[in-house]
Structures are given as structure tokens and as C-alpha cells.
């Protein structure tokens, strides 16, 4: 029931920003702030117009970045998921690129690529695309050899089992590290803004934070929580639209 389930979002909201307004009048610390006061500032800095010309900074790179991680991302997962010998070859690459701490990695790419562009959309990218190769990986991998033989027994090519038997069955999978994969994407889009250069939401973030105005700050971050759940639905609508009626998957068939 599609009113029940935006009902129930909104219950949640409802008691998230209750439970923050809450805390911010106790206070919980003298730098955490009302949700009222937070949503105020982001309203200041909306009307004047200094959120429209921090995110022209920082969609720049998250929009190169999850663009290139979604690309690659998902040829690459389905590569190392038809292939074995790929998968040897690749996915543990892919595993340390996920483990390995991204703080420590910013200071070689800067040393590498400098402060620019380039090294901010590269930290979206080791953020973003291992989650959606191994997920993708994973989805192929596991999709029930029974599907493929049924293909097979209607003498369909392999181009046709990959393309009409394989993406289908393993599409909300795909979706679903695609989503984890644009989070992680988000967070790296801040962190290199927090740790490259202090451009965009991120120079927000830290002058907020070195003058005190916590408000702003609170603001700025919860803007870009709302860009990434705006963006994260839009794709589960996408999905929906390309693979109505498979939603479910190939777990329960």
C-alpha cells in the first residue's frame, strides 16, 4: 500500500526531528543546535543563495564520480560475475579498495593528482564503486543456473542469457549496491571537500564549525542527507520502472 508506506515515512521524519529539536533544547551539548535553528539557517543560506553556489562546487565531482562508479562499476561486477578467473583476478582488489581507510588514501592522491578535480572525483570513485561491483558480482554469480539452462534449452545465445535471463533476475540486487554505492559516493563527495580543498558544502561544513555558527553547519549537513535520500528514491523509481513486476528478486522464485 503505496499510502501507508509514505504514511509511515513520515511518522519516522516526524520523530527523528522531534527527537533532534528534543535534544537540542535540553541541550545535549552547547554545539548541537535545534532542529528549528538548523533549519533556519538552511533557509537564510537558501534565500541568499549560498547553498545553490556550494553544491554548483560540489556536484561537479560526486556527479563525475558516481556517474564513472556506476558505469564501470556495474560492466566490471558483471565481468568478474560471469567469469572465474576474473573473479580471482579482481574482486580481491575490490575488497581491499572497500576495507582500506580512506583518510589515510587522500594525502597520495593529492600527492598524486594534486588538490583539484581530479583527486576529489577519484575518492568518490574508491567510495563508491567497490560496493556496486561486488554487489553487482554477487547478483550475477548467484543467479540459479536453472534460469540459464532453461535459456539454453531454447537455443538463446549467451549475449540473449546475459541480457534478458541474468540482468533481469539479478537487477534488484544490482539496485541495491547501485544505492549503497551513490551513499558511499555522497560521503566521499564531503570528505574530499573536507580533507582536499574546503569547497562547496565542505568550506559550509568547516567555516560554519570555525566560527561557531553551528546552525549552519547542522544545515549543511543535513542538506546533503536530503540530496542523497532525494536521490536514492528517484532510483528506486527508476528501478521499479525498468523491472516492474521483479521487484522480488530471484531469492524467493
Known sequence: MPNRALLLKLL????????WEIAGRVPVSFAFPTFLESMSALLSMT???????????????????VAISAVLGIAIGLWVGLSKTFDWLFSPIFIVMQ??????????LVLAYGIGLTSKVLV??????????????????????????????FLASETSIILRIIIPAASPVIFAGL????SAGFIGAILSELKITP????????????????PSMYAAIFSIILLAVLFLNLLE???????KGNQRGYVSD
Do not use: H, Q
Open 12 to 19: 519516522s521524519a516526524v520523530i527523528l526531528f522531534g527527537a
Open 47 to 65: 534565500l541568499d543563495g549560498t547553498i545553490f553556489d556550494a553544491y554548483a562546487e560540489t556536484l561537479k565531482p560526486l556527479a563525475i564520480g
Open 99 to 108: 576495507a582500506a581507510p580512506l583518510a589515510a588514501l587522500i594525502p597520495l
Open 124 to 153: 568518490v570513485c574508491i567510495m563508491a564503486m567497490p560496493v556496486i561491483v561486488l554487489n553487482t558480482s554477487g547478483a550475477v554469480r548467484n543467479t540459479p543456473e536453472s534460469f540459464k539452462e532453461m535459456g539454453r534449452s
Open 179 to 182: 544505492r549503497l554505492g551513490i
Open 199 to 214: 569547497t562547496g558544502v565542505g568550506d559550509i561544513i568547516t567555516y560554519s564549525r570555525s566560527i561557531a555558527d553551528y
Open 237 to 243: 523509481k527508476i528501478e521499479v520502472t525498468l523491472f
